[in-house]
């Protein structure tokens, strides 16, 4: 294999797991905020009400398990759509005629 197809496949790997690691990052840290608020900040939510309750015991019983869902599907969709970008990127790069 040429040094320059290395090169291309190296960068294209880089490139993902750059966006990998972006993406994880993000949703880790909405994650933690979404974790982080509902149980540093208790007390003072619970003078706001949603549907009769408390802000907080919504976020404890509801509110926070979906939003992790929602992170879940956020994180599979976009992997997925990454996924198929490098696997894309990478069969144009083995159809360009090069032996391994």
Known sequence: MSKKIEQQESDTARTYWQSTRRLTLWLLLVWFSVTFTAIFFARPLSTYTLLGW???????????????????????????????????????????????
């Open 54 to 100: 408390p802000i907080s015991f919504f976020m404890a019983a509801q509110g926070s398990i979906l939003i992790y869902v929602a992170i879940i599907a956020i994180y599979a969709v976009r992997m997925h759509k990454l996924d198929q970008r490098y696997l894309h990127d990478q069969r144009r790069h083995n159809d360009s005629g090069h032996e391994h």
